[in-house]
């Protein structure tokens, strides 16, 4: 029996939302109009996508829980263990459809291109709008500087993450409706200060802050995240002998 693409949105969103993810759903011919097709999806226009995005809340409800009850021996990055096990239990969920799922930090092998953009996919989901350069009405930077654009949450503004795509080969959409994403950094001069804050000062946090936010990041998530990779490993040894961080649910 064909699959409804509604039912498969619940399915996802009964998974990931109560481990602080969202899910956002778009049409593979939306993602497509607005790149080169070097970085083309190569699925049918209707085909129903996911963007998944980490909100503030993740680090706290899969995270920390995931990194207790499993051994990290630091071959991968354990935040990518921790999204991809995530990843895993949706499609576990799909024993019927074929689910593909590509992650942010994916690229393909020999040119290094990355397989999804995951801020053009989570603007045309609706989810946050991805701001660049060639949204000001004045460019004020150099033609050859390069200016990298950014996605802004109209609930988190820059404290999340993409993560990546699922992408239901076998399911269609076609009466999808697509959404905008809200326009929150709506004047020139709020765009030219956050694509500078996050392109300049990317390291003080603060283009994350371009709006009034519900939820940012704690503390405790901002040390971990500004900890270089190969340091990470006593932070993690220290979640781990907190007896409260423990979850058996995962
Ligand atoms: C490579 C990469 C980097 C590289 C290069 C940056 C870059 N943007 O190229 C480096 C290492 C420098 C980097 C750094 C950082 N990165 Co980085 N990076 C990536 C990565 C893996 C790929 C980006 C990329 O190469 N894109 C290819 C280029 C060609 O895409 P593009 O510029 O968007 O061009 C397309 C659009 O313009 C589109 N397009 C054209 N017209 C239109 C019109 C519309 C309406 C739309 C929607 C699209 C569209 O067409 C073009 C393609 O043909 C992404 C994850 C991912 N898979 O997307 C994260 C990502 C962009 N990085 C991210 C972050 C947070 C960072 C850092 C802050 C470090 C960090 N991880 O904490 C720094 C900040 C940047 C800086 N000041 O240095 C986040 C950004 C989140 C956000 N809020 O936007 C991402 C999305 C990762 C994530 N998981 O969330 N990064």
Known sequence: METDWKTCLQKVAGILHEVGFESHPFKIAWYNMNIKPIFYLDYAEDTLAVVII???????????????????????????????????KVKEAFPENEVISIHDYELHGGTRRPKVLVQTAAHVAGAARYYQRSDLTTDPWEEKKKIFGVSVHP????????????????????????????????????????????????????????????????????????????????????????????????
Not at 56 to 68: H, L, N, Q, R, V
């Open 54 to 88: 980490s909100t503030p809340a993740m680090y706290e409800k899969a995270f920390k829980p995931f990194i207790c009850k499993r051994d990290c021996l630091g071959v991968k990055d354990p935040i990518d263990e921790c999204i991809e096990h995530y990843f895993a």
């Open 155 to 250: 609930k988190y503004g820059g404290w999340f993450a993409i993560r990546g795509v699922l992408i239901f080969k076998d399911v269609l959409c076609s009466d999808l409706q697509r959404k905008e994403p809200p326009d929150v950094v709506p004047t020139d001069e709020l765009k030219k200060e956050l694509l500078e804050r996050y392109n300049f000062h990317w390291q003080d946090w603060s283009f994350r802050d371009i709006i009034p936010v519900e939820n940012r990041y704690s503390e405790e998530q901002k040390t971990y995240f500004s900890t270089l990779p190969k340091d990470r490993l006593q932070l993690l040894n220290s979640l781990k002998s907190d007896a409260s961080n423990i979850d058996n649910t995962l």
